[in-house]
């Protein structure tokens, strides 16, 4: 079975510094991954995916994330935070092409950012 | 706009009644899913639907009901079973359940 792990359930940073936020799966078929962002009181935007091709995906915001097979991470980056980064953060996994198995939501990750 | 609407935003009922959340999607996606988000815990999925007239349990199923009578609705009925409904609940639709779903803005649900 599929899972998803967000290694921090709380990230806080400097404003102008590097965010790194973190995410295991578990698959036993090649994955599509996925970066949600949420805002308080609202639904889930997506920032990037990962699906096939380039395992360093660029997303919204000045955000990236790389998919590294061997380690089974999809950890989520920014050069510098910005105030308006504040927000929580989840990572999601599905069984990819063919699979017809729902996404799996990690725990989420709430980023805190300082001046 | 194509978009997901969850209606209403904000929903106060009392113990024991049941309450329907609605969702309407224009996005002509086939699968749509209802989560529900406490406090810590992330985003745990309740029902979703691959195809109209049918749908499947997700993880935390009991105490809730849903339908799927139409492509762009996914109504979702709390009812006096589940033990604790008071949350957050967020309505979810994507073409197929393998790609990433686009969420509505949610329905607080605060039972008293």
């Known amino acids: 079975a599929q899972s998803v792990t967000q290694l921090g359930s709380h990230v806080s940073v400097s404003e102008g510094a590097l965010v790194l936020l973190r995410c295991n799966y578990s698959s036993s078929v090649p994955p599509y991954l996925f970066w949600y962002v949420q805002y308080p009181n609202q639904g889930l935007q997506l920032l990037l995916k990962y699906t096939t091709g380039a395992t360093l995906v660029k997303g919204i915001n000045g955000f990236e994330a790389e998919f590294k097979k061997s380690e089974t991470s999809f950890h989520l980056t920014k050069p510098s935070a910005h105030m308006s980064d504040a927000a929580e953060y989840f990572c999601?996994?599905?069984?990819?092409?063919?699979?017809?198995?729902?996404?799996?939501f990690g725990a989420g990750t709430r980023l805190a950012v300082h001046p | 706009d194509g978009g997901i609407t969850q209606s209403p935003k904000y929903l106060f009922r009392k113990e024991g009644q049941n309450v329907t959340l609605s969702c309407e999607q224009n996005l002509n996606h086939d699968a749509m899913y209802w989560y529900r988000q406490d406090p810590g815990q992330g985003l745990r999925l309740i029902y979703y639907?691959?195809?109209?007239?049918?749908?499947q349990k997700g993880d935390i199923a009991e105490g809730y009901s849903v339908s799927r009578e139409k492509k762009e609705s996914f109504p979702l009925t709390v009812t006096s079973a589940q033990k604790n409904p008071t949350a957050f609940y967020l309505c979810?639709?994507?073409?197929?359940?393998?790609?990433?779903?686009?969420f509505g803005q949610g329905t607080r649900l605060t039972v008293v």
């Open positions: 979810a639709s994507s073409p197929r359940v393998d790609t990433e779903a686009f």
């Open positions: 999601a996994v599905s069984e990819g092409p063919g699979g017809y198995n729902k996404l799996i």
């Open positions: 639907s691959q195809i109209v007239n049918d749908f």
